[in-house]
């Protein structure tokens, strides 16, 4: 059974940073592509970034040069550095692996 599970979202102010991580277990992180998303109420859920199996990577323009998504094929983990938020970066963020999603985190950026 695959299961990924979000951690690190948050409260921080704007400019600041977090990291997210994406603990994955049932599948290798290395053998997929494995992406962030973010969805804010009533809004259509986004993706932010993904990194396919041979390590090409790919982000949404509003995050490029602020967000950095990585693995750990060791710890079987999806992180996602994020620098510079803004308050329109708030949302709830999920890790996905087609077709499964975690249950999310919320990250919250205050003026």
């Known amino acids: 059974q695959v299961q990924l599970e979000e951690s690190g979202g948050g409260l921080v102010q704007a400019g600041g940073s977090l990291r997210l991580s994406c603990v994955v277990s049932?599948?290798?992180?290395?053998?997929?592509?494995m992406s962030w998303y973010r969805q804010v109420p009533e809004q259509q859920r986004e993706m932010v970034a993904s990194?396919?199996?041979?390590?090409?990577?790919e982000y949404a323009d509003h995050v490029k040069d602020r967000f950095t998504i990585s693995r750990d094929s060791d710890k079987n983990t999806v992180y996602l550095q994020m620098n510079n938020l803004k308050p329109e970066d708030t949302a709830v963020y999920y890790c996905n692996t087609f077709p499964i999603r975690g249950q999310g985190t919320q990250v919250t950026v205050s003026s």
């Open positions: 990194v396919t199996w041979s390590g090409n990577m």
């Open positions: 049932g599948i290798q992180v290395r053998s997929r592509t």
